[in-house]
């Protein structure tokens, strides 16, 4: 039995800001809802945490803890008690 799964927010690095997004909704788009989107379909919650500073970007880095379906507050304090137990991530 488990509590929950946890699992990367978003599967790829983030792109450097640029001009506006007029290239962000390509066919690329996937890859940042690739993991996120199955849960949101099938009804899982999911609480999303930040995890950490990404030593090459330098960007902030998050995970996705994902509960059974209607376990929505166990699954609010496992994310509550993994953030205490973490901290915050700060930027360098």
């Known amino acids: 039995r488990l509590d929950a799964v946890v699992e990367p927010t978003v599967p790829i690095v983030a792109p450097l800001r640029g001009h506006g997004y007029d290239t962000f909704f390509t066919d690329e788009a996937i890859d940042y809802i690739r993991f996120t989107h199955y849960w949101d379909w099938t009804g899982f919650p999911v609480a999303a945490l930040p995890s950490g500073v990404g030593s090459a970007s330098g960007l902030p880095l998050g995970v996705s ?22 901290g915050v991530p700060r930027p360098p």
């Open 65 to 86: 803890l994902i509960g059974a379906p209607g376990a929505e507050w166990r699954l609010l304090g496992l994310g509550i008690g993994l953030q205490e137990g973490l």
